[in-house]
T-cell receptor, first 114, second 111 residues
Framework: EAEVAQSPRYKITEKSQAVAFWCDPISGHATLYWYRQILGQGPELLVQFQDESVVDDSQLPKDRFSAERLKGVDSTLKIQPAELGDSAMYLC????????????FGPGTRLTVL | GQQLNQSPQSMFIQEGEDVSMNCTSSSIFNTWLWYKQDPGEGPVLLIALYKAGELTSNGRLTAQFGITRKDSFLNISASIPSDVGIYFCAGKPYNTDKLIFGTGTRLQVFP
């Protein structure tokens, strides 16, 4: 079944620690997105990949966040060091990259920073 | 970041009732999408709209792409308890594949 996989589903960490999230997009989807969703709000884009290249990371806090998609398939999002304000749902989505705009989301990783 | 205006913010309805919600933008889009999100899960795509004035159905759900290209509407007929969740609209501007999401409509259905 074609689904976006994410792990872990939940992560609790203390501030100043490093955390990493993994995403495996739907097979054949060239475009991969990482979003952050604060409780009660819609998802907001952090970074967009086309194959292994970053297309847009204008909203990624680059002093502490990094993302990579080395072989153009799965991707990792890292936060180091984590801050209290980073507590949120981190969602990965993928698309074929055509003009349709349809993006398919994974189940997300709920991050709590203590 | 930019978010689209969705209304109502929340709805509390009885099972069997019909539901209407809408999404508005200050700029035009060439695609409108509607997603449903259950607690603790990622959004699930419900309906995609590609042309101004387009009306598309998916079971009990019907969505419309506004003729101004600045709004979209979602209707749910004969609501059931599993319709509970948060509904998000998302618009795609021209010449980009980025999505801009709405603020969400939280739906509660009482038996």
């Amino acid at each position: 079944e074609a689904e976006v996989a994410q792990s872990p589903r939940y992560k609790i960490t203390e501030k100043s620690q490093a955390v990493a999230f993994w995403c495996d997009p739907i097979s054949g989807h060239a475009t991969l997105y990482w979003y952050r969703q604060i409780l009660g709000q819609g998802p907001e884009l952090l970074v967009q990949f086309q194959d292994e290249s970053v297309v847009d990371d204008s909203q990624l806090p680059k002093d502490r966040f990094s993302a990579e998609r080395l072989k153009g398939v799965d991707s990792t999002l890292k936060i180091q060091p984590a801050e209290l304000g980073d507590s949120a749902m981190y969602l990965c989505a993928s698309s074929l990259g055509t003009s349709s705009g349809e993006q398919f989301f994974g189940p997300g990783t709920r991050l709590t920073v203590l | 970041g930019q978010q689209l205006n969705q209304s109502p913010q929340s709805m509390f309805i009885q099972e069997g009732e019909d539901v209407s919600m809408n999404c508005t933008s200050s700029s035009i889009f060439n695609t409108w999408l509607w997603y449903k999100q259950d607690p603790g899960e990622g959004p699930v795509l419900l309906i995609a709209l590609y042309k101004a004035g387009e009306l598309t159905s998916n079971g009990r759900l019907t969505a419309q792409f506004g003729i101004t290209r600045k709004d979209s509407f979602l209707n749910i007929s004969a609501s059931i308890p599993s319709d509970v969740g948060i509904y998000f609209c998302a618009g795609k501007p021209y010449n980009t594949d980025k999505l801009i999401f709405g603020t969400g409509t939280r739906l509660q259905v009482f038996p």
